[in-house]
């Protein structure tokens, strides 16, 4: 297993983490979710066991991100996004996938003349 490697399953197990308690999820839904104990999702959030392919769409899919959530800051810091296109952080995808479940296109709206509203305020 290269450096590369253990960094890459360190940020998979930490943005594990940090996304479940941000959905206020225990270990115990999240294990009932993926059809493992609450132990294994311990381990797998210390990195103490690493998380297959398989197991890390139905975590997504559990903590309702992309598969792409989880390797944010591995493209970024191996430079992997391409010209012209555009790197979101791990805020800014959030913010994206939470505006895009909005099903109200007058809310939508409304939402993008707040935040517009809010950037351009003198503090």
């Known amino acids: 297993m290269t450096d590369e490697t253990t960094k890459l399953d360190s940020l998979v197990a930490k943005?594990?983490?940090?996304?479940?308690v941000r959905l206020g999820m225990t270990q115990k839904e999240l294990g009932s979710a993926l059809g493992v104990?609450?132990?294994q999702v311990?381990?797998?959030e210390r990195g103490e066991n690493?998380?297959?392919?398989?197991?890390?769409?139905?975590?997504?899919?559990?903590l309702s991100v992309?598969?792409?959530?989880?390797?944010?800051?591995a493209g970024q810091a191996s430079g992997d996004?391409?010209?012209?296109?555009?790197t979101?952080?791990?805020?800014?995808?959030e913010l994206l996938i939470s505006f895009r479940a909005v099903e109200d296109a007058?809310?939508?709206n409304g939402i993008v003349h707040l935040v517009a509203a809010i950037a351009t305020a003198k503090s």
């Open 50 to 62: 690493r998380i297959g392919a398989g197991l890390l769409r139905q975590v997504a899919k559990a």
């Open 106 to 108: 007058a809310v939508r």
């Open 66 to 73: 992309p598969v792409a959530f989880f390797y944010d800051e």
């Open 15 to 20: 943005k594990m983490r940090g996304r479940r």
């Open 81 to 86: 996004a391409g010209e012209g296109h555009i």
């Open 42 to 44: 311990q381990k797998y």
């Open 88 to 93: 979101l952080t791990t805020l800014e995808r």
């Open 37 to 39: 104990s609450y132990q």
